[in-house]
């Protein structure tokens, strides 16, 4: 398996701007996470999902994010409009069970900075 | 909610050494804490991790240790070596409401001298 497929791995865009970022999970993974990486607040749950539903968005920071999945084996997140404060790591994870002890197995990360 | 610290947030040991990172949590219902690995570019790895029916466990250079009670867990680094290098993570996971997260500590960066 060529593990969590993220892309594109670097975006640079304009405040204002939209911006998508993609996710391939591994295949028979159930569940879905999408982190955010900053250096001043760590790594921050964004949302999951399980069996392609949204389980948990408490993390999403504001209404300009959305995230989608609608299939097993993609997902999105979009920040639209975006803000010089969203320039982060994004990190899409997946895992077997969200509710038995399984680890994450995450991507590569999508760099996004916002100017 | 759950709250992780971890300690310290930088380490540096000679090639050799042992290393050691401790954290906390704070919801005695959290039962699963796993340790991340993170070299430069790259995504969060799982190395080890641990149930709360276990006080420790080992592979190979790498050790876990669980003290249930005094809502504390550690990763142990044995003959470190510098591709040991990276930043390291540990979590635990909670629940609440209808849910379960991974809840993530700050990270120590670790660094091996040759």
């Known amino acids: 398996d060529a593990g969590v497929i993220q892309s594109p791995r670097h975006e640079v865009t304009e405040m204002g701007q939209e911006v998508t970022l993609r996710c391939k999970p591994i295949s028979g993974h159930n569940s879905l996470f999408w982190y955010r990486q900053t250096m001043m607040r760590g790594l921050e749950l964004l949302i999951y999902?399980?069996?392609?539903?949204?389980?948990?968005d408490s993390g999403m920071p504001e209404d300009r994010f959305s995230a989608k999945m609608p299939n097993a084996s993609f997902s999105t997140l979009k920040i639209q409009p975006s803000e010089p404060r969203d320039s982060a790591v994004y990190f899409c994870?997946?895992?077997?069970?969200?509710?038995?002890?399984?680890?994450?197995?995450f991507g590569s990360g999508t760099r996004l900075t916002v100017v | 909610g759950e709250n992780v610290e971890q300690h310290p947030s930088t380490l540096s040991v000679q090639e050799g050494d042992s290393a050691v990172i401790k954290c906390t949590y704070s919801?005695?219902?959290?039962?699963?804490f796993p340790w991340y690995k993170q070299e430069l570019g790259k995504g969060p790895q799982l190395i080890i991790d641990?149930?709360?029916?276990?006080g420790e466990k080992k592979d190979q250079r790498i050790a876990v240790t669980l003290n249930k009670t005094a809502k504390h867990f550690s990763l142990h680094i044995t003959e470190t070596q510098p591709e040991d290098s990276a930043v390291y993570f540990c979590?635990?996971?909670?629940?609440?409401?209808?849910?379960?997260?991974?809840?993530f500590g700050s990270g120590t960066r670790l660094l091996v001298r040759p």
């Open positions: 919801d005695s219902a959290s039962n699963y």
């Open positions: 999902f399980n069996n392609n539903v949204p389980i948990d």
């Open positions: 979590a635990a996971r909670a629940r609440m409401d209808s849910s379960y997260k991974l809840i």
């Open positions: 994870a997946s895992s077997l069970s969200w509710t038995d002890d399984y680890g994450y197995t």
């Open positions: 641990i149930r709360s029916n276990v």
